[in-house]
């Protein structure tokens, strides 16, 4: 890589925050390598920004697929300086008992169990150097709560717990933070707010602020849960 290139891996990098960072970081001259669950979202992510770009067809819910994917994308560009876990899904609105034991066990996988995944595989190779930051997409809702959304708070409020109890565990020099990437008009707050999402900033404009923000975190941020003001 490039002086002052940074290598940047991000889980659910077809649409939306992940998309949108995956555009900027790679607009500011950074290697991205990032994974979604969409043949058909990462065929257009990676056709849009091409090479030295990696983008793979991978579920964060799979362990063995992330495994050899992390093995892949460290072979060749080495362990990441940033890595991003984005990957998550939300539930329908409705009350928590009336969401089936299928619906809440796939929100579960994806929003824990996937960060858990992504993070058992990649950050030994990030420990060996001593260097890098995980950031682990929380939310507003994993920091408060409301009707309607139990099993996505749960799983949120569970994402700040795990990040700052790896901050506890990682040598110096490293940093584990909960983002939260504060209010956006994605497909997800659409599902929630209708058409009021249109009140807030889409995912282009928001990752203008946030690219630069997220590359600034440093050691010095382990541990804190943060907001992209």
């Not at 290697?31 to 920004?49: K, M, N, T």
């Not at 282009?204 to 440093?218: C, D, G, I």
Request: charged share 20%; net charge neutral.
């Amino acid at each position: 890589m490039d002086k002052g290139q940074r290598h940047i891996v991000i889980t659910g990098v077809s649409r939306g925050l992940g998309r949108a960072l995956a555009r900027r970081f790679s607009a500011l001259g950074h290697l991205v390598s990032g994974c979604a669950r969409s043949a058909e979202g990462i065929a257009r992510i990676a056709a849009e920004l091409g090479a030295p770009h990696r983008f793979s067809v991978v579920d964060v819910v799979d362990d063995a697929a992330v495994g050899a994917w992390a093995d892949a994308v460290i072979g060749e560009a080495g362990p990441p300086d940033l890595l991003i876990n984005n990957a998550a899904i939300i539930n329908p609105m409705k009350p928590l008992w009336e969401i089936s034991a299928a619906e809440f066990d796939a929100l579960i996988d994806i929003n824990l169990k996937g960060v858990a995944n992504v993070i058992r595989h990649f950050v030994p190779a990030m420990i060996q150097r001593k260097q890098g930051v995980i950031v682990n997409m929380s939310s507003g809702w994993g920091r408060e709560t409301d009707a309607g959304v139990a099993p996505y708070c749960c799983s949120k409020w569970g994402i700040e717990g795990l990040t700052r109890s790896l901050a506890q565990e990682l040598p110096n020099g490293m940093a584990a933070i909960p983002l939260n990437p504060g209010i956006i008009d994605t497909d997800m707050l659409r599902s929630c707010f209708g058409e009021e999402a249109k009140n807030y900033p889409d995912a282009e404009r928001w990752a203008k602020t946030a690219a630069p923000f997220l590359l600034n975190l440093s050691a010095k941020d382990n541990g804190k849960p943060l907001t992209v003001s």
